[in-house]
Structure formats: C-alpha cells, structure tokens
C-alpha cells in the first residue's frame, strides 16, 4: 500500500491559522521562506532528530496560499517510484498537474487530479 504521508491546506492568512492551530490542537507550527513557498508546516506529533514521527501512523501537514494552488484541502500520498505512479494515474484516467520537482531533504512531488477531480499529491520520499 502507499500511505498518506502528509495533508495540505489553503490559508487566507497564515499568522492567523499559525495561531489557530498552536492553541487549539498544540501544533507546531514552521513559517518557511519564499525558498519553500512561504509554506506554513504543521508539526502535529512529536518528531526524533530525523524529523521522523515517534509515533507510527502520525502525519504532519501545512498551509499553503489561498489559490496559489488551489482552495481546497487535499493529501499527499508516498509512492516508492513516481514515473511509474505517473503512468498509472494516466492509464486511470487521471491527470497530471504540471512536473515532477524535488524539494530538498523530502523526495520527488508532483500534483494530480483523480476522476473526480480531487488533488493528491505523489511524494516519492529521498531515501
């Protein structure tokens, strides 16, 4: 199986949601640079030094921009080889939303539409 890995959700403003989530569900919350999208990652359980859950089944998750890349949330699924999940999301009918892109220290990530027209995320994780 391929398990979902992380969550991502549109924030209108993100010093406001950072502040939402700290207080009510205690997470961590990491405002990233314009490097990284400004993205807003959302610590929700307790990581070792590898930045790896202590407790297995556990997701983190962040907030991205309203509308830069989308309004709707949506989940990141690990597959060990993203050409070939590629291919297959084609062959199902899906689609693919622009190229593959590394992002430094996580694995390979690219955006797709299922048949019904949800995002998910394919992150094939750096090993």
């Given at each position: 199986m391929n398990p979902v890995v992380h969550f991502e959700m549109p924030a209108k403003d993100r010093k406001r949601v950072k502040k939402f989530y700290e207080n009510v569900f205690g997470?961590?919350?990491?405002?990233?640079?314009?490097?990284?999208?400004?993205?807003?990652?959302?610590?929700?359980?307790p990581i070792d030094k590898k930045g790896?859950?202590?407790?297995?089944g556990a997701i983190n998750g962040g907030f991205y921009q309203r509308g830069s890349y989308g309004t709707v949330p949506h989940l990141?699924?690990?597959?060990?080889?993203?050409?070939?999940?590629?291919?297959?999301?084609?062959?199902?009918?899906?689609?693919?939303?622009?190229?593959?892109?590394?992002?430094?220290?996580?694995?390979?990530?690219v955006m797709t539409k299922d048949t019904e027209g949800n995002r998910i995320g394919m992150l094939q994780p750096s090993r």
């Amino acid at each position: 199986m391929n398990p979902v890995v992380h969550f991502e959700m549109p924030a209108k403003d993100r010093k406001r949601v950072k502040k939402f989530y700290e207080n009510v569900f205690g997470w961590q919350m990491n405002q990233l640079g314009a490097d990284m999208g400004d993205y807003l990652l959302a610590t929700t359980s307790p990581i070792d030094k590898k930045g790896m859950h202590k407790k297995k089944g556990a997701i983190n998750g962040g907030f991205y921009q309203r509308g830069s890349y989308g309004t709707v949330p949506h989940l990141v699924i690990a597959v060990d080889n993203l050409k070939k999940h590629v291919q297959l999301v084609k062959k199902a009918g899906g689609k693919i939303l622009g190229k593959p892109m590394n992002i430094q220290g996580i694995g390979t990530f690219v955006m797709t539409k299922d048949t019904e027209g949800n995002r998910i995320g394919m992150l094939q994780p750096s090993r």
